[in-house]
């Protein structure tokens, strides 16, 4: 991407200076170009001056400068979690849900709770022999 920059020289003598720094963060440069060691950046500057001065001249008003950026090892991300972690987290993960669980047996979280049936009175039927009906 091209960025434009203007800024005021108000005096100056003869020459001037400009000075632009850039950064490459290394999560842009270890995601996008994980498979290189090297990448090299050609940053192009061109310099134009507006003003009322009619005999202005420009010299060596654009530029091309070749940068190369080295990939430093010791920052490189891992390949990844190794089997025998994850394994280890899933056993200790049931081994936590385990115990949870007896321990919410023994404080009796699991049983289930018995209403008393209400009280009806009991009557006790006489059985009246089908001829003194």
Known sequence: RCLEFHC?????ERAAVL???????????????????????????SV???????NLVLKDASTQIPVTI???????V???VPWWVILLA?????????????ILWKLGFFRRVRYA????PQYHAVKIPREER
Not at 20 to 44: C, Q
Request: charged share 10%; no cysteine.
């Open 8 to 12: 005021p020289l108000h005096s100056f």
């Open 90 to 102: 899933v056993l200790a993960g049931i081994l936590v849900l385990a115990l949870l669980v007896f």
């Open 48 to 54: 134009s001056v507006t003003s009322s001065i009619k």
């Open 19 to 45: 000075t632009a720094r850039g950064r490459l963060w290394n999560s842009t440069f270890l995601e996008e170009y994980l498979a290189v060691t090297s990448v090299e950046l050609i940053v192009r500057a």
């Open 78 to 80: 891992a390949g990844g």
């Open 117 to 120: 049936p209400p009280a009806v």
């Open 70 to 76: 080295y990939l430093d090892p010791g920052v490189a």
